[in-house]
């Protein structure tokens, strides 16, 4: 499958929407139950590092950066969102994404990147490994999803640039 990695757009929200939908849906990438309005969104995700993959003129992922904290000391430090369209999954587009938001992330004087993942979620740690993210722990019963208490594995990435 031929995709291009680009800049997201406001424009692109419905299909963003759409993607992170079907991420909730899965059970398996956040523990958030509704994607929020495109504001709330917007305000919540730095502008750097917003990221779309497009494929034969569909979106079928994106990626975007949010602050840790508001606190001077975190202003280099970023939590990673990473989402891929279930059918377009294992053709390298989550690995492209997670390649570029390090690269604009970089430019943006970001020095870490962190990302939260449910431990089932074996596909979204080693995408992240591969990436040279490594695990710096787990946080247990960290949050409730459906009823059911859910353990989280921490990741991190410590530019050598910045």
């Known amino acids: 499958?031929?995709?291009?990695?680009?800049?997201?757009k406001g424009a692109d929200w419905t299909s963003v929407r759409a993607i992170y939908q079907e991420g909730i849906a899965g059970g398996t990438a956040t523990f958030e139950s509704q994607v929020p309005e495109w504001p709330e969104w917007d305000r919540g995700h730095l502008r750097a590092g917003r990221l779309v993959a497009r494929a034969e003129g569909q979106m079928v992922g994106w990626a975007a950066l949010t602050l840790v904290s508001e606190r001077c000391a975190y202003a280099g430090v970023a939590e990673v969102s990473i989402y891929v369209m279930a059918s377009?999954?294992?053709k390298g587009i989550g690995k492209a994404l997670l390649q570029a938001l390090i690269q604009a992330s970089k430019s943006a004087g970001i020095w870490t990147l962190q990302g939260g993942i449910f431990p089932e979620n074996q596909a979204s740690v080693a995408l992240h490994e591969s990436c040279g993210f490594r695990e710096v722990g787990r946080r247990e019963r960290l949050g409730q999803l459906n009823g059911v208490w859910k353990d989280v594995i921490l990741m991190e990435r410590r530019s050598k640039v910045v």
């Open 1 to 8: 499958m031929h995709f291009v990695i680009g800049e997201m």
């Open 88 to 90: 377009a999954r294992e």
